[in-house]
C-alpha cells in the first residue's frame, strides 16, 4: 500500500481551518508574546552579593591593608626563585643594585608583599626577556613608590625577607 507523502497533512488542515481553531491560535501567539515582553522588560535579577574578600593577616596576625599613605607597586624579581620564598603578609626589604656597581641600594624597608602573580607562559609573549620571572606586588609608602617602581625597571632588584 502506497501512502501519498502529504496524506496526513490533507487531513489535517480542514480541522485547523475552523473559527475556534484560528481563535485558539490567536489567543496563544498573543499570550506568548505577552510573556515574552514582561521577561524582556523585567529588570535582571541580581544575584547575591559576592562574599567580601577575607582580610590576610600577616604571621604576627595584624590585618594587611594598603591603607592611606601606601601604594601597591608590581616588581619582577632578578631570581625568579626567591618569590617562590614570599607569601602574602611576608615582609621584605626591596634592594636594587646601582648600574651594575658592587654596592646595593635599599629602596625600601619593611615592604608588605600583597600578592606573588606566576609568569605567563612564554609561548604568547612578544618579548619573553622582558616578563622572566613572576610578579611580586608589594606595598611601600607612597613617598618611595615611584622610586621604586623606576628602579625596579632600569635596575635588577632582589628581596630581603624579615
Known amino acids: 500500500m502506497k501512502i501519498a507523502p502529504r496524506s496526513y497533512w490533507n487531513r489535517l488542515r480542514p480541522r485547523l481551518r475552523g473559527r475556534t481553531i484560528t481563535l485558539t491560535r490567536r489567543v496563544l501567539a498573543a ?31 595584624a590585618a594587611i591593608t594598603a591603607g592611606p599613605g601606601f601604594a601597591t607597586v608590581p616588581i619582577r624579581l632578578a631570581d625568579p626563585g626567591v618569590a617562590e620564598l614570599l607569601n602574602r603578609g611576608t615582609r621584605v626589604d626591596v634592594v636594587a643594585t646601582e648600574g651594575g656597581e658592587p654596592s646595593r641600594k635599599v629602596l625600601a624597608s619593611m615592604a608588605t608583599v600583597v600578592d606573588v602573580r606566576s609568569s605567563p607562559p612564554a609561548a604568547g609573549n612578544l618579548f619573553p626577556a622582558e616578563s622572566s620571572g613572576p ?18 625597571l632600569r635596575n635588577p632588584v632582589t628581596v630581603t625577607l624579615r
Open 135 to 152: 610578579l611580586v606586588l608589594i606595598s611601600v609608602p607612597a613617598e618611595v613608590a615611584v622610586q621604586v617602581a623606576a628602579l625596579s
Open 31 to 61: 499570550g506568548l508574546l505577552v510573556v515574552a515582553a514582561v521577561i524582556a522588560a523585567r529588570p535582571t535579577a541580581a544575584g547575591p552579593a559576592p562574599p567580601a574578600p577575607a582580610p590576610v593577616s600577616a604571621p604576627s596576625g
